[in-house]
């Protein structure tokens, strides 16, 4: 994932098996300009 985000980008994928489900979060984040903290998208979901 990483390879296909702009510079200065990151990728994170984060798994916790904990039976009888699965929770993933992922986590992406992005310089913006005029911004001194970089911007971020998380998303959660559980199987």
């Known amino acids: 994932m990483n390879n296909r985000l702009p510079v200065g980008s990151n ?3 984060a798994v916790a098996a904990t039976p009888p489900t699965t929770t993933y979060t992922i986590t992406i984040s ?11 998208y998380v998303l959660t979901m559980q199987l």
């Open 11 to 13: 990728a994170a994928v």
């Open 30 to 40: 992005w310089p913006e300009t005029g911004q001194a903290a970089n911007s971020s």
